[in-house]
């Protein structure tokens, strides 16, 4: 997900990262706080107080990010969960999940942990704001800290609004998921709560912008999309997840798909094949024996006026781990191999026997009919009940 982001430390085991992104809110967080907020509660301070008050502040805000993130990741762990690392980014930070909870009571922990954590931060600083009023420390530093403890505490109201992906979101999830039996059901809901919140988030930047509170609007705008976007992405991966578990791949594989011989040209393979069965992949077989795969990328490479003399042999790629995968292979590995390398076409062969093929197509077909009669499952058969 953050492919640009660089390790800059490691914390409690845990990889804590920074994705370029992450410097325009630092940045814009340390410009309004040095000329805008400490300005107004703190007055009468030189210039270089303020960028100095705005500089801690946000390392500081920054860092309890990285503690909240870091309360899911230990409770993650503790449950077997496996955590990937934890990264700052724009729109603040996530600890990245290698793979989602298998229980809903571990679902339920590992989301309330980081808004647990913000709750214990902003006491903590809300009481050094006060010990420091009444040690005389002075204003800067006690507005610093009483700022921190504000903060953290927007963050934890905010994350527990009942909004997937947010924390709260994914609290409601684990309630539905708990109830029901149906993390896909419950998926689903958290996360059309989470696109109604997005939404509600958008309009409410737009009505900011048409008040003249440009960078406000935008900032609620671009979060709201990007809340949006998380709340589908989780809902399809949790599809993808359901819909493929237990899956292999000779239960989704096209079987006896149509086969060249090798002695055959290419404008034959062409135009006998390919555009006949509207097909840009095929398996070369010889006498039963499964010998590799011709595609169009393999044509692209060969000008075609040197077709009509160029046989199939000569040119096809031969099996191997790369473009062949076992029946029994579990349909998510390969859908990991997919995103890993981008090809999405494979042959299916026991040693060299063909069995069929699987495509990405194949994979994307099946899963968008599951969700369709899954949906339908659920608005049908409770009319079928009560009659």
């Not at 990262?17 to 814009?28: E, M, Q, V």
């Not at 994350?159 to 309630?175: C, H, K, M, T």
Request: aromatic share 10%.
């Amino acid at each position: 997900m953050f492919s640009r982001a660089v390790k800059i430390f490691t914390l409690q085991g845990f990889d804590i990262r920074l994705d370029p992104s992450w410097l325009l809110i630092a940045t814009l967080i340390t410009w309004t706080l040095s000329r805008q907020y400490f300005p107004q509660v703190v007055e009468g301070q030189p210039e270089t107080t303020y960028l100095l008050m705005a500089l801690f502040a946000m390392l500081a805000f920054f860092g309890s990010l990285i503690l909240h993130e870091l309360a899911h990741s230990v409770v993650a762990r503790f449950y077997g969960v496996k955590i990937k690392s934890i990264t700052l980014f724009l729109f603040g930070g996530v600890a990245e999940l290698e793979a989602e909870p298998e229980e809903a009571s571990v679902e339920f922990w590992v989301a309330l942990a980081g808004p647990a954590m913000s709750v214990a931060l902003a006491a903590m600083f809300w009481f050094l704001a006060r010990v420091g009023q009444f040690a005389g420390l002075g204003a800067p530093i006690t507005e610093v800290l009483s700022y921190l403890g504000l903060i953290n505490l927007v963050l934890a109201l905010f994350n527990l609004v009942p909004a997937f992906p947010l924390d709260g979101g994914r609290v409601l999830r684990a309630y539905l998921w708990h109830r029901s039996g149906d993390v896909l059901s419950a998926t689903k809901i958290a996360a059309n709560s989470g696109s109604t919140f997005a939404y509600v988030l958008m309009a409410l930047g737009l009505l900011l912008l048409f008040g003249g509170q440009t960078a406000s609007g935008l900032w609620q705008i671009f979060i709201g999309i990007f809340l949006l976007l998380a709340a589908r992405s989780g809902y399809e991966q949790q599809l993808m997840k359901t819909s493929l578990r237990g899956k292999t791949v000779q239960s989704l594989m096209s079987k006896n798909p149509v086969t060249c011989h090798p002695d055959i040209t290419l404008s034959m393979l062409v135009n006998r094949i390919m555009l006949v069965q509207r097909s840009s992949f095929v398996p070369v077989v010889e006498d039963g024996v499964l010998l590799g795969i011709v595609d169009s990328h393999v044509l692209s490479l060969i000008d075609q006026e040197n077709w009509s003399n160029t046989k199939v042999g000569d040119v096809f790629i031969a099996t191997d781990t790369n473009n062949c995968v076992p029946p029994d292979m579990p349909v998510q590995d390969l859908l990991n191999r997919i995103t890993a390398t981008g090809q999405r076409k494979y042959l299916v062969a026991v040693g060299h026997t063909l069995l069929g093929v699987v495509t990405l197509s194949d994979l994307l077909g099946y899963i968008n009919l599951f969700n369709t009669l899954h949906t339908k499952e659920r608005t049908i058969w409770p009319n079928a009940r009560s009659g």
